[in-house]
């Protein structure tokens, strides 16, 4: 039984004059990091307020955890963590203050709120109120919320946005952890970088619907050219060379070139995983 499944899921907002989110399809399997990658306004945090049973009023079926959402009441919240692309905390609270606001609201075991500021980066500023941090320690903050309950599955929105690169590193290298031990991850990013990087499957999400499900490494395979390019000097003289990547070890041409040049870069040319967003899509991810 997959850890969450979703069937013909379709969402219209009160006040929108077409669904949000249309017919949508997909399974996350127990363990798995998956990935909605989609621009501004494709429907990402839609789908995730409507999987944390935040939206009602969708038609379709959503399962989480072996029971569908309907059945679900508020122990649902025991068992997920859930970080929101713009993070709700106590602005007059401080960081610490405000997980173990949030941490008493659970009935079972919670890890100690110091610990989870640490592995966030914010462990030198638990004592800060909120409204002095900046959007990208309100994200970790948003972060280390939704682990308080130690959850099984977890529901990231948009996690790295506004992140310096040594925070995003963190919180990537956070979530790689996460897969580690066993959790199933929702994430939510209009990031490539983060969802090649993190992803076991991604969604291509644009206008309410989704475009294809995939490995990263299977999309840039399928849209990439194989094909290796080399570059190279050869006498001072600059040079890029291509060869077909079927039978590259019994190349001629190939293995002289390793012989005979100064060799600078080998790459093969897959797509980007952006490239591949362009090719399926028609969007561009920003
Ligand atoms: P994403 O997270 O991918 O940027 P959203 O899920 O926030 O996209 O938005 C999907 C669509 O739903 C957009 O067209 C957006 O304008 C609309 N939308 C989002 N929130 C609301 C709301 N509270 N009321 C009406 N429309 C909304
Ligand atoms: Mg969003």
């Known amino acids: 039984m997959p850890a969450v499944d979703v069937d013909g899921l379709t969402f219209t907002y009160p006040s929108g004059p077409r669904p949000a989110v249309r017919d949508l399809r997909f399974r996350i399997d127990h363990g798995e990091v998956f990935g909605f990658l989609g621009p501004n306004g494709a429907g990402k945090s839609t789908t995730q307020k409507l999987l944390i049973g935040l939206l009602r009023g969708y038609t379709g079926t959503i399962s989480a955890l072996g029971r569908d959402l309907a059945d679900w009441g508020t122990d649902y919240y025991e068992q997920i963590g859930v970080s929101f692309e713009i993070p709700n905390h106590y602005l007059r609270l401080t960081g610490l203050e405000n997980l173990s606001y949030f941490r008493a609201l659970y009935r079972g075991k919670t890890r100690r709120p110091e610990a989870l500021l640490e592995m966030v980066g914010l462990a030198d500023d638990g004592g800060r109120f909120v409204s ?60 490539m970088t983060v969802a090649d990087e993190l992803c076991d499957r991604v969604a291509f999400i644009v206008n309410g619907e989704i475009g294809i499900i995939e ?72």
């Not at 990208?136 to 977890?154: F, I, Q, Y």
């Not at 490995?215 to 290796?228: F, Q």
């Not at 190279?232 to 293995?255: C, Q």
Request: glycine share 8%; no cysteine.
């Open 215 to 286: 490995s990263p490494n299977k999309l840039k395979l399928a849209h990439g050219a194989r094909k290796v390019a080399v570059e190279h000097t050869n006498d001072g003289i600059p040079g890029r060379s291509e060869f077909p990547l079927d039978g590259i070890g019994a190349n001629a041409d190939f293995l002289a070139l390793l012989r005979e040049v100064k060799i600078h870069t080998i790459h093969s040319q897959e797509a980007t995983l952006e490239d591949v967003f362009i090719h399926v899509t028609g969007r561009s991810l920003h």
């Open 132 to 191: 002095e941090y900046s959007k990208g320690m309100k994200t970790r903050l948003g972060v280390a919320r939704a682990l308080l309950n130690d959850p099984r599955l977890v529901f990231l929105d948009e996690p790295t946005m506004g992140l310096d690169p040594v925070s995003g590193r963190r919180i990537r290298s956070l979530i790689r952890e996460m897969k580690q031990t066993g959790r199933t991850v929702f994430l939510t990013t209009h990031d």
